[in-house]
């Protein structure tokens, strides 16, 4: 028991030193957080009674020739009626909404101001207070029934497809605006899908234009502008238009996969990144990228790759925004869902052994990433090694140079409550093994990591009682398996359970280690000696005995280090990902949680013998204590019964030396 307490508590600081360097530290990026630039009505800074009479603005987007990204022209021109006294005001013009603070956004890039065609140069400052922020103000005069015209205009680059310009400050003045004007100008034609949203309603479409006329207007909606970045688009489009025009199965598929990033599993890159989605304030863009997977997939032959495809990317992008924004990723933070890349790789089938065509490869090489980190998170380690070669098979067959950089730095481990991870080769564990007249109880004693991989798995299933399993939740976390022959009789019927015990575990176990989880691992786990520790048991004159109190266990240990060393050569063998994220942040760690089982393994080899006890000695399971009493009991009556008859003895001498004594002379 010692040996095997001490076995434990190296395992647990061995694969703890260890755990740190395999949970993956997520690459250097920016802040994904949706970050917007606005254009702001101007504002007055107090009451007054200025009317805002005529308010021309126009908003044209045009491309920067560096990244075919978007920039946005604004121009806002106010006509403004004092109908009230002489007056002297503060006008902001405020550029976001105060509650998008944080985005670190600078001032828009070439702020002009005019008051009746003279230029003048603004104050800007930032405010911690007002609805909006970051704010330019100037001073304006008005006389009783002045008329005046101030001119605002900037540009501003948005981040992604989207834009707003608020409105409601509008309302601060007096009355309703008499004339509002809206030109909203694009560099492509302003139609579905390019332009995924415009409010508010009321505009008409002209070509490349978006143009509002509104008159005695009270402003309750701001403008807000959603449509597909122009690199994005321009990449898109001729793909888009091949579709369209042919309504082929080829060409509906290749326009649907163009439509998600590089991995189609992976969330969608943040702005900063040159993303778009995750700045969008509708789910527009998700129903129409939607729409067209099943379009796509209705094209295609149900068995073809193409349809399995389109299958497993539908999946993926759940009806939930967030979801479809962020695609697996969010999974591994969703205990409830972390099966979800196992589940979309059933939609393969046979092809994840064996892909139709590079592109099924590929994608399912994506997956199988996914479900790596996802089996190591549950704590199957057995598994998550399988589903680790699995992927680096197909990754070196399937995935290009730039994949091995672009899949990884997206998948992050959640390492807020680090676990140790369960060994991989579980020869390192020798049971102890204690028989109790009929009963036999093998044990256990395992890391604290075993527990979390043990927790959903149970033993039974055997008539009779005859094998039930428990794990003690506190330390040492003993986990005992108990096998009940009380109602085996004879020799032969024993010999016969036994096969019947391990033919049952046999069942239980998958015959891959890719599908040993949370419910076969305690089967994994007793299979490995129960062989041995049946073989060693046998029944006489209706007792269980063993044919020895050891069994030497050194030459599965042996063949365990053999297998584990075979692990790491295939591991080290794969040279296409070296100096690649795949090789930083699952090779290595893995190769030194590898080597940390070596330690236990070789730890093992020196205390490789199972040790057999036996507690009873009758055959109706009566403890040895019970015996040892009725035969100490035995021994005081007959100490007893010596001890009365001497006393008689000499009793009777005494009173024959009385009598002899009161004899006459």
């Known amino acids: ?372 980190f996802f089996d190591f998170e549950e704590n199957l380690s057995i598994k998550a090694l399988s589903s680790l070669d699995t992927f680096l098979s197909l990754a070196d067959k399937y995935l290009d140079k730039d994949d091995y950089f672009e899949t990884v730095p997206y998948i992050v481990l959640d390492t807020k409550e680090p676990k140790i991870v369960t060994p991989f080769f579980m020869e390192c564990f020798i049971p102890k093994v204690s028989i109790d007249g009929s009963k036999v109880q093998i044990s256990y004693i395992l890391p604290l990591s075993m527990q979390s991989a043990l927790r959903g798995s149970s033993i039974d299933g055997l008539p009779n009682n005859l094998m039930k399993s428990h794990f003690e939740e506190n330390y040492p976390y003993v986990f005992t398996v108990d096998l009940n022959f009380s109602s085996v009789k004879a020799p032969d019927e024993f010999d016969n359970t036994k096969k019947q015990i391990l033919q049952y575990v046999r069942e239980q176990i998958p015959t891959k280690d890719a599908d040993v989880d949370e419910v076969t691992i305690s089967f994994k786990l007793i299979s490995i000696y129960l062989n041995d520790i049946l073989n060693n048991l046998v029944m006489k004159d209706g007792r269980i005995a063993t044919v020895s109190s050891l069994v030497d266990c050194t030459s599965k240990i042996e063949n365990a280090i053999k297998n584990l060393d075979n692990e790491v050569s295939t591991l080290k063998n794969y040279k296409n990902f070296q100096d690649t994220n795949i090789e930083l942040m699952l090779i290595k760690p893995v190769l030194t949680l590898l080597d940390s089982n070596r330690s236990l393994l070789e730890y093992a080899i020196k205390n490789s013998k199972i040790e057999f006890e036996t507690v009873s000695t009758n055959q109706e399971g009566g403890n040895d204590n019970t015996n040892n009493v009725n035969g100490s009991f035995r021994y005081i009556v007959i100490a007893l019964s010596a001890f009365v008859i001497l006393l008689l003895i000499a009793l009777i001498v005494v009173i024959l030396k009385i009598n002899k004594m009161k004899k006459p002379s």
């Open 1 to 372: 028991m010692k040996k095997l307490i001490n076995s434990a508590v190296i395992f647990v600081l061995l694969v703890s030193f260890a755990l740190p360097l395999f949970s993956p530290h997520k690459a250097a990026r920016a802040d994904a957080g949706p970050v917007h630039l606005y254009g702001v009505n101007i504002v007055p800074y107090q009451e007054n009674n200025i009317k805002l009479e005529k308010e021309n603005l126009s908003i044209e987007f045009k491309k920067d020739g560096s990244n075919a990204e978007s920039s946005a022209d604004v121009y806002a021109k106010f006509v403004f009626v004092n109908t009230g006294e002489k007056i002297s005001l503060k006008m902001g013009f405020p550029f976001r909404l105060a509650n998008e603070r944080g985005g670190g956004i600078p001032f828009p890039a070439g702020v002009k101001v005019k008051i009746n065609g003279k230029t003048i140069t603004p104050n800007f400052i930032r405010t911690e207070t007002s609805k909006y922020d970051p704010w330019i103000y100037f001073n304006v005069s008005f006389n009783k029934g002045e008329t005046k015209t101030v001119e605002v205009s900037y540009t501003a680059i948005p981040l992604g497809g989207y834009f707003t310009y608020v409105l409601n400050t509008g309302a601060l003045w007096k009355g309703p605006i008499g004339t509002l004007d809206i030109e909203i100008k694009f560099p492509n034609e302003a139609k579905y899908p390019y332009l995924l949203s415009l409010k508010p309603q009321g505009y008409t479409i002209q070509g490349n234009k978006a143009l509002y006329h509104f008159t005695n207007f009270e402003p309750t909606q701001d403008i807000e502008i959603e449509f597909l970045p122009e690199k994005f688009f321009s990449e898109i489009k001729p793909l888009k238009d091949k579709a369209e025009k042919t309504n082929s199965a080829a060409g509906w598929f290749n326009y649907a996969i163009s439509l998600f990033p590089q991995n189609p599993f992976g969330e969608y890159k943040s702005l900063r990144e040159g993303g778009f989605v995750g700045g969008y304030a509708t789910d527009t863009f998700k129903n129409y990228v939607l729409s067209v997977i099943d379009k796509a997939k209705s094209l295609q032959k149900e068995e073809s790759p193409e349809y399995k495809i389109l299958d497993a990317i539908r999946i993926a992008r759940t009806d939930n925004f967030t979801q479809f924004e962020a695609g697996l990723y969010v999974s591994i933070e969703t205990k409830g869902i972390r099966w979800l890349p196992e589940f979309i790789l059933n939609v393969f089938d046979t092809d994840v052994e064996n892909p139709q065509n590079k592109l099924e490869g590929k994608i399912i090489a994506y997956l199988m990433e996914y479900k790596v």
